[in-house]
């Protein structure tokens, strides 16, 4: 069987929001997390919630946040990292009147890289002047790569309403799917360019508007993440669109001595499954925990290690062979996916060694279509898993492709 996961316009074979900053992890798909001591990021303003966190090109990170007062007054915060845990407090980037932004309360929730690098983030828009107070859902653009500096122009996408927010945006190279909050559902919409013609909105999670964040698992399933009753809890889907509620909380407010917890914000630091949350009623900072599940790195072998588009074999073999501790017996071979897209056709186990293949034309055009690789060119291609007593694996290994004549 054949499982899609949704994926990235530059990053297609993770789920990413920003090339640079993968979230296919194990680890971030966690029902079980670790409260972190302290705070991560405390702002000088009476109210901080994270809303998006992303790797630069320096090899720090940035985390965007909302920096103000209270709901009706903020702007995006903006602080970085080289760990994940210790974060510097950089100021405001987008500023109620600032920057060109016409006294709209600008705060970035999601940030994608377009074709040829430029940076696109997707943002909430509150006018602080105006009663009662209505949001909108606008994008602007960047040619900064490290994202701090923004046009300062705005592009509506979903005009002011009453309750909407938190876009957060995954696209395919045809498709971008827009995840946000609208009256009292977490609902999803589609467009072919990310700017207009978007689908009628499809309610997802009913009774659950709050920010989340999603990611993507080993083995194509999603995960969502939500604050609720006062808690983090989460849900999954295997489609994106049917979410089932997971049992118990991700985190409790008493783990940090607060009473409220919300506006759960997942990154990958440097292989480390970090949540970023805001906490109630100690609004000023920013706090974090760190997922405990295991990720166990497989080491993989794919034959032909050249693939030639032009040749006429029927299959892309993997071997997959795990470390000392771990039998590839207790591997779930339905949960196999290579690029997180192509399900295993044929498998067995040699010596120690799981043996498993994939269509070759389903991954040259994968490849062509997908990827739009040009050749010849060396491609590093993921494979994961799932083991039957719920650990992840994953691995990869780099393969030459040709096309002679093409």
């Given amino acids: 069987m054949k499982k899609l996961a949704l994926t990235t316009m530059l990053f297609v074979a993770v789920w990413s929001r920003f090339a640079s900053e993968p979230l296919l992890a194990a680890d971030l798909c966690a029902l079980t997390w670790t409260a972190d001591p302290g705070m991560r990021v405390i702002g000088p ?10 790797g630069r090109p320096d090899g720090k990170y940035g985390m965007y ?18 760990d994940g845990m210790n ?69 509506l996408v979903f005009p002011e309403e009453e309750s909407i927010g938190c876009p957060r945006i995954y696209a395919t ?8 909050y609208s009256g009292n559902d ?25 920010a989340f964040d999603i990611v993507s698992c080993p083995g194509g399933d999603l995960r969502m993440f939500v604050g609720k009753d006062g808690s983090i809890k989460s849900l999954s889907s295997s489609d994106g669109t049917a979410w089932t509620w997971d ?14 917890l919300g506006t759960p914000v997942l990154a990958d630091i ?8 805001f906490a109630s009623p100690d609004r000023q900072g920013v706090y974090s925990a760190t997922a405990t599940s295991i990720l166990v790195q497989a080491t993989l072998y794919i034959d032909p290690d050249t693939l030639n588009l032009k040749s006429k074999g029927k299959w892309i073999t993997c071997y997959i062979e795990l470390p000392e501790g771990y039998d590839v017996g207790d591997i779930d071979v339905g949960s196999i996916l290579l690029e997180t897209v192509l399900g295993v056709e044929h498998s ?22 997908v990827l739009g690789i040009q050749t010849p060119d060396d491609v590093t291609l993921m494979v994961t898993g799932e083991l039957t007593d719920g650990t992840f694996f994953d691995g990869s290994d780099t393969i030459k492709v040709i096309n002679p004549g093409g």
């Fill in 348 to 369: 067995d186990v040699q010596d120690g060694v799981l043996m498993v293949k994939f269509d070759r034309d389903d991954l040259i055009f994968y490849l062509e279509s």
């Fill in 87 to 155: 974060w510097t407090y950089e100021g405001r980037i987008m500023t109620d009147g600032g920057n060109g932004f016409d006294n709209i309360n600008a705060v970035i929730t999601s940030i994608i890289e377009l074709p040829g690098g430029r940076l696109r983030a997707y943002c909430d828009g509150m006018r602080s002047n105006q009663v009662p107070v209505k949001t909108s859902i606008f994008y602007t653009e960047t040619d900064d790569s490290y994202g701090v500096t923004w046009s300062g122009s705005r592009s």
């Fill in 270 to 277: 440097s292989g480390v499954a970090k949540m970023y949350i």
């Fill in 45 to 54: 303003s009476g109210c901080v919630h994270p809303t998006f966190v992303m």
């Fill in 65 to 82: 946040f909302y920096d103000g007062n209270g709901w009706t007054f903020g702007d995006t915060g903006y602080a970085t990292s080289t």
């Fill in 247 to 260: 049992i118990g909380s991700r985190l409790t407010p008493d783990l940090y001595g607060q009473t409220s």
């Fill in 173 to 180: 190279g045809t498709v971008y799917t827009m995840y946000f």
């Fill in 186 to 210: 977490i609902v999803i919409a589609t467009s072919a360019n990310g700017i207009d013609n978007w689908s009628s909105r499809q309610v997802v999670v009913a009774g659950a508007a709050n």
